[in-house]
């Protein structure tokens, strides 16, 4: 178990080794003028998913014949199907067995474009099924025949003067029910591994575009609450509202986003009265800098404050990760070290909570397994990212973990039964160490394939919250896991 000591003095450490990358010779070495300002960050897992997604297509560019004058229209299907195997999942009760799910998705999309502009019209569709488990449906894994995006689009090609590099500022206002992602995924995200989607109900406004030096996005959303066989229905009680301004002039050394986050909850019978009030200010910086831009750069913080029932809203977070590729024209291997740090509630017992809201994110990028989220946490981790062969990406990494305060809980933990908190601390705040490595590849243009293994050792906390539950702990965990996604049009 750290010290509170131990845990500031790696916190101060990587806050140093960050700065220290971020003021490098901001130069880079490209062979020509680019002509768009906005660069991927690089940092492991939070590529956010294309808009429209990525198993969508142009018909004018889907290759059929038929399709060539059909450039008004995007579409796309997508099936995919996984086999997962996890051995004593330190998330269910019982403590040790074996399940052995069956997760099986469909996903088709239609969208309309230019012909009617400025009126453009987007529907996605998606049936989210789980066979085979020994455990009851939940709306992780299930959301039977459910439409997850319908909106309307008003969309303005040029609204202000193209930017430096003549790239057109549009402007898009979309209304109605919507699945997107924004940053880094961690704080709203479709959530792409999970079986089922975010998606929300409201108004969406976006001034510019990825490839504009500047660019604004304003929301206002309320979540979609998935229902397993029934229709799904937006959360009438909840209004989540953001504003994220994207600054990319000096890029690709410094992309500044700077972002505010408000969740507002009104008391009712299905929140059991608890009424919220969640302000979220934060700033993401990242970029590539030095020779042929090797080292990247990624870290964002966050503060949040308001109100959470009768207690006052203190907490924090904070994530950093650097990284080197190099530039071998054959593996392209990239080596990162991330640290992510979320604050827990200190003292359960005063009239403040310091536990930091995560809001709809992405869980995936903290741990292969799915059993870490964004609160509590101390979370250090060695990435490396290979391609051995053209065509096949291999990653494989090293975390631990540990609560950021031993008096909360780890929320995975148990199915969220009450002992997955130790009020009193007594606990310890180990939770464990993993080891993963995943291998995606193309079967053919249509058929991807994607192979995993996590190894999971329980630490200190975990061992003794799960005695508390059931009188006896598991060792360790594994989950191992082969997915199959099969698309058209190919890709």
């Given at each position: 178990?750290?010290?509170?000591?131990?845990?500031?003095?790696?916190?101060?450490?990587?806050?140093?080794?960050?700065?220290?990358?971020?003021?490098?010779?901001?130069?880079?070495?490209?062979?020509?003028?680019?002509?768009?300002?906005?660069?991927?960050?690089?940092?492991?897992?939070?590529?956010?998913?294309?808009?429209?997604?990525?198993?969508?297509?142009?018909?004018?560019?889907?290759?059929?014949?038929?399709?060539?004058?059909?450039?008004?229209?995007?579409?796309?299907?997508?099936?995919?199907?996984?086999?997962?195997?996890?051995?004593?999942?330190?998330?269910?009760?019982?403590?040790?067995?074996?399940?052995?799910?069956?997760?099986?998705?469909?996903?088709?999309?239609?969208?309309?474009?230019?012909?009617?502009?400025?009126?453009?019209?987007?529907?996605?569709?998606?049936?989210?099924?789980?066979?085979?488990?020994?455990?009851?449906?939940?709306?992780?894994?299930?959301n039977e025949m459910e439409v997850i995006q319908a909106f309307a689009e008003f969309y303005l090609p040029s609204i202000l003067q193209s930017d430096a590099r003549?790239?057109?500022?549009?402007?898009?206002?979309?209304?109605?029910?919507?699945?997107?992602?924004?940053?880094?995924?961690?704080?709203?995200?479709?959530?792409?591994?999970?079986?089922?989607?975010?998606?929300?109900?409201?108004?969406?406004?976006?001034?510019?575009?990825?490839?504009?030096?500047?660019?604004?996005?304003?929301?206002?959303?309320?979540?979609?609450?998935?229902?397993?066989?029934e229709p799904d229905s937006p959360n009438l009680d909840q209004t989540f509202s953001g504003l994220i301004g994207h600054w990319r002039s000096n890029s690709p050394?410094?992309?500044?986003?700077?972002?505010?986050?408000?969740?507002?909850?009104?008391?009712?019978?299905?929140?059991?009265?608890?009424?919220?009030?969640?302000?979220?200010?934060?700033?993401?910086?990242?970029?590539?800098?030095?020779?042929?831009?090797?080292?990247?750069?990624?870290?964002?913080?966050?503060?949040?404050?308001?109100?959470?029932?009768?207690?006052?809203?203190?907490?924090?977070?904070?994530?950093?990760?650097?990284?080197?590729?190099?530039?071998?024209?054959?593996?392209?291997?990239?080596?990162?070290?991330?640290?992510?740090?979320?604050?827990?509630?200190?003292?359960?017992?005063?009239?403040?909570?310091?536990?930091?809201?995560?809001?709809?994110?992405?869980?995936?990028?903290?741990?292969?397994?799915?059993?870490?989220?964004?609160?509590?946490?101390?979370?250090?981790?060695?990435?490396?990212?290979?391609?051995?062969?053209?065509?096949?990406?291999?990653?494989?990494?090293?975390?631990?973990?540990?609560?950021?305060?031993?008096?909360?809980?780890?929320?995975?933990?148990?199915?969220?039964?009450?002992?997955?908190?130790?009020?009193?601390?007594?606990?310890?705040?180990?939770?464990?160490?993993?080891?993963?490595?995943?291998?995606?590849f193309n079967l053919t243009t249509q058929l991807l394939a994607n192979v995993g293994f996590s190894h999971f050792k329980n630490g200190e906390f975990t061992r003794?919250?799960?005695?508390?539950?059931?009188?006896?702990?598991?060792?360790?965990?594994?989950?191992?896991?082969?997915?199959?996604?099969?698309?058209?049009?190919?890709?």
């Amino acid at each position: 178990m750290l010290s509170a000591s131990r845990n500031r003095a790696t916190h101060t450490a990587l806050l140093a080794l960050v700065t220290l990358v971020s003021v490098l010779p901001l130069r880079s070495q490209a062979a020509s003028p680019p002509t768009t300002f906005y660069v991927e960050p690089g940092s492991y897992g939070t590529a956010r998913e294309t808009d429209p997604p990525a198993y969508v297509r142009n018909m004018a560019k889907a290759g059929f014949n038929t399709s060539k004058d059909l450039s008004w229209l995007d579409a796309g299907l997508e099936y995919r199907v996984r086999f997962e195997s996890r051995d004593d999942d330190i998330r269910r009760v019982p403590i040790t067995g074996l399940d052995q799910p069956l997760l099986l998705r469909t996903r088709g999309y239609l969208g309309i474009k230019n012909i009617l502009d400025p009126l453009r019209l987007t529907m996605e569709v998606t049936d989210s099924r789980r066979n085979h488990s020994q455990f009851v449906d939940d709306d992780r894994d299930v959301n039977e025949m459910e439409v997850i995006q319908a909106f309307a689009e008003f969309y303005l090609p040029s609204i202000l003067q193209s930017d430096a590099r003549g790239n057109n500022r549009p402007l898009r206002l979309r209304f109605g029910r919507m699945a997107f992602e924004v940053l880094d995924r961690r704080l709203l995200g479709r959530n792409e591994w999970r079986n089922t989607t975010n998606n929300f109900d409201g108004a969406r406004l976006t001034l510019g575009q990825d490839s504009n030096d500047w660019q604004v996005d304003f929301m206002v959303l309320k979540p979609v609450l998935r229902n397993l066989t029934e229709p799904d229905s937006p959360n009438l009680d909840q209004t989540f509202s953001g504003l994220i301004g994207h600054w990319r002039s000096n890029s690709p050394a410094i992309t500044l986003e700077p972002h505010y986050f408000r969740l507002q909850q009104q008391a009712s019978a299905t929140n059991n009265f608890r009424e919220r009030d969640i302000h979220a200010p934060g700033l993401r910086i990242y970029g590539r800098v030095g020779k042929d831009n090797v080292f990247n750069y990624d870290v964002s913080a966050m503060a949040q404050f308001g109100d959470d029932g009768a207690e006052q809203q203190k907490a924090t977070a904070f994530t950093a990760e650097v990284g080197y590729s190099w530039q071998q024209p054959a593996w392209r291997p990239r080596l990162s070290l991330f640290y992510g740090y979320a604050s827990g509630d200190r003292n359960p017992f005063d009239k403040t909570n310091n536990r930091f809201e995560r809001f709809f994110g992405f869980a995936r990028p903290w741990s292969a397994d799915d059993y870490m989220i964004f609160e509590n946490i101390h979370a250090p981790k060695l990435k490396l990212e290979f391609q051995p062969i053209l065509g096949v990406r291999v990653d494989a990494g090293y975390n631990l973990f540990w609560l950021a305060s031993s008096t909360d809980r780890f929320n995975n933990l148990l199915a969220g039964k009450s002992a997955h908190r130790d009020r009193s601390g007594n606990s310890g705040s180990y939770v464990g160490q993993s080891a993963d490595i995943r291998v995606r590849f193309n079967l053919t243009t249509q058929l991807l394939a994607n192979v995993g293994f996590s190894h999971f050792k329980n630490g200190e906390f975990t061992r003794n919250r799960q005695i508390a539950e059931s009188g006896f702990a598991s060792i360790d965990s594994d989950f191992a896991y082969i997915e199959l996604t099969f698309l058209l049009p190919p890709q």
